[in-house]
Each structure stands twice: as structure tokens, then as C-alpha cells.
């Protein structure tokens, strides 16, 4: 199978600028960010703010129906016509992450599923183990299983040899704001991966999703960096032109980090005015 | 009959099925976006008319919610 490596490489030698098109689940999308949908203050600053982020995909949960709720996240997803991605937000356990997953495709008629199977509530680490069994699970039933997990080569590997339709590592724990504390791993995960690579949690600011693109990722999926930023409409047009600048720098091929000096500007024909 | 209704104990006419219990909790009207599970299973759409509740079973009625 040709490695995400030499895929690069291909995409490098007809780079383009633009943030490209992302394979993603058998589908072609014309953004690689992901929002998600919580956090936000109203419902009226989350769809301001997807419009600005260019996104195709969000991100929604499930949760017991409030009588008293008012307003629907979904009619607004609908209204702008993004594909609704059900996460298991909130499962501890894979037998509560399949169930919920199969509640999300039966709400949302969809097969995909962002996989959550999070370990304590202090981190919002993923349980590597319950995630790989859940991630099985629902392979076998049929999902397009998008699983959040830990920056951990082998067991994005392992994820990606149950089936899974993308890794989706987290940059630091989820909410954070804390960026990619161990890009080293995300580099590797990049490298060996065939499946793409989507960094999911951490994202703080724009240079966190431009080093996520500019690590090889396929794309990032953020919210709370977005919802809760003080402006949250402007702040989802950053990330959109960070990710689409990472995207472009990994393409276009950085320079080699060196410890000394190197001059941009010749010595040759330099007169003596001594 | 009394039913766990989302975590609560719910009185329902005996013979009450999975459609009448969704119209209790106040999403009957919702399309896309509603699911229903019966002692954890789920319970599909087309088949909430004739799927009747038995005493004390547990349901669960979700919806589409914000969320990252």
C-alpha cells in the first residue's frame, strides 16, 4: 500500500496553493477543518462563525431529549447544508460508545461516527483499549468509523487495521487550548498511516492548525478554540486561512533547520571600501 | 404502567408504545435528529407505532445536541 509519505511526495510535485481537496470516508471534501458544534455562546454565533470557518463537516452529540430546550443545533447544520458527524461524547465504556453510535446513525441516518471513548474526566483521554474494541464493533456493523485517540503511533496503527476511515490524534487533552505538546509522535503517525490523519483537540490558536498541517495532517478537527474565543466568528476564519497556509507550506516544502547561518545574499562582488 | 422514561418514572396507559412515550417527552414533532433505544437497543423510527412498552422496561429518547 502506498504510505501517506509517498502520497505526500505525488501531492508535493503537483502542489498547488489552496488547501486542496480532502478524501475523507470515501467522500471528496472542499475543507479540511472540522467545527465542532459545542461551546458556543448562542446558536446565532455558531452558525456565523461555521460560515466563516468554510467548513463542510460538524461535529454534533446526543443527549436525553430536554423539553425545555429551545432552538436546534441541527436546523442551522441543515439550513447551511454541512454533514453531520455524530460523535460518542461522553462514553466511557465501548459498549456505551456502540450504542450510542448506533442511536447517531438512526437520528441522523448517517454511518459515520466520530469515535470518543474517553478514559476519566479529568483528561478527556481516550481508553486506548475500550477504543479499539468499540472501533471493531462498528466496523463490523458497517461505520465509517472516525476515531479520536491518543498521539500514539501504535495505536493509530491499530485503529487503522481495524478499519478505521481516518486516525484522528489529539494534539493535547481536549479544550485545552495546549496545542501539539509532542508533534514527534504526530509526525510519525502521519508518516505511517494510509488512512488521513486529522488532528483532533488542543488547537488553541491559528499556528496550532498551521502546524498540524504543516506536520502532514490531512486535516484538523476544533471547536471549543473557536466557540469560546472572544470573537468566534473571526477567530473561524483564522483557522480556516491557517489551515489552508499549513497545507500549502507542507506542500511547497520548508527550508532544512540549521544551527548557523546562512546568507540569502551572495559575497561575490562585494567591493572593498576599506 | 410505570415506564423509566429518560431517567424518570413515567405513568403510561397500559398497551402505551414507543410513539406515545416519544409524544410524552416532547420531541414527537422532531424529524431527523430524534432516536429512541428500549433496554438499550435502538428502536427505529418506522417501528415506534407498534413496538408496545412493558412495565418497567427503560427507554431512552435523544436528540441532536451541540457538541465537539
Not at chain 1, 462498528?138 to 485517540?149: E, I, K, M, Q, S
Not at chain 1, 485503529?159 to 484522528?168: F, I, P, Q, S, T
Not at chain 2, 433505544?37 to 422496561?57: F, H, I, M, N, S
Request: glycine residues 12%; negative net charge; hydrophobic residues 45%.
Amino acid at each position: 500500500m502506498q504510505s501517506k509519505a509517498d502520497r505526500n511526495q505525488a501531492a508535493a510535485s503537483s502542489s498547488s496553493t489552496g488547501a486542496g481537496e480532502l478524501e475523507l470516508g470515501g467522500r471528496t471534501w472542499g475543507s479540511r477543518l472540522i467545527v465542532g458544534t459545542g461551546g458556543f455562546r448562542s446558536l446565532a454565533a455558531m452558525e456565523r462563525a461555521l460560515v466563516a470557518s468554510g467548513t463542510e463537516i460538524v461535529t454534533v452529540a446526543l443527549r436525553r431529549v430536554d423539553p425545555l430546550a429551545r432552538g436546534s443545533a441541527l436546523e442551522v447544520i441543515d439550513r447551511l447544508g454541512l454533514f453531520t458527524l455524530p460523535n460518542t461524547a461522553g462514553c466511557y465504556t465501548a459498549r456505551d460508545a456502540v450504542r450510542t453510535a448506533h442511536l447517531a446513525r438512526e437520528a441522523f441516518e448517517t454511518d459515520w461516527i466520530k469515535l470518543e471513548v474517553i478514559g476519566d474526566d479529568r483528561t478527556l483521554f481516550p481508553d486506548a483499549v475500550e477504543l479499539i474494541d468499540a472501533a471493531l464493533e462498528l466496523v463490523d456493523a458497517g461505520f465509517t468509523v472516525l476515531p479520536y485517540t491518543n498521539d500514539d503511533p501504535i495505536l493509530a496503527r491499530r485503529l487503522e487495521d481495524a478499519g478505521c476511515a481516518a486516525v484522528m490524534p489529539l494534539g493535547s487533552p481536549i479544550g485545552s487550548g495546549m496545542g501539539i505538546r509532542n508533534p514527534y509522535n504526530v509526525q510519525i503517525i502521519v508518516e505511517r498511516a494510509s488512512v488521513p490523519v486529522v488532528l483532533d483537540a488542543g488547537i488553541g490558536t491559528p499556528s496550532d492548525a498551521a502546524l498540524a498541517m504543516e506536520l502532514g495532517c490531512d486535516g484538523v478537527l476544533l471547536s471549543s478554540s473557536v466557540a469560546r474565543a472572544k470573537d468566534p466568528e473571526r477567530m473561524a476564519g483564522a483557522m480556516r486561512q491557517a489551515v489552508e497556509a499549513g497545507y500549502a507550506a507542507r506542500r511547497a516544502g520548508r527550508i532544512p533547520r540549521k544551527l548557523h547561518a546562512q546568507a540569502s545574499t551572495p559575497d561575490a562582488g562585494l567591493p572593498e571600501l576599506g | 404502567m410505570i415506564v423509566e422514561l429518560n431517567g424518570r418514572s413515567v405513568e403510561l396507559p397500559a398497551g402505551a408504545t414507543v410513539a406515545d412515550a416519544v409524544i410524552e417527552t416532547g420531541a414527537a414533532g422532531e424529524g431527523r435528529g430524534v432516536a429512541v433505544a428500549v433496554e438499550g437497543e435502538v428502536v427505529r423510527r418506522a417501528e415506534w407505532e407498534e413496538t408496545k412498552l412493558q412495565p418497567g422496561q427503560n427507554m431512552e429518547v435523544v436528540r441532536a445536541v451541540q457538541g465537539g
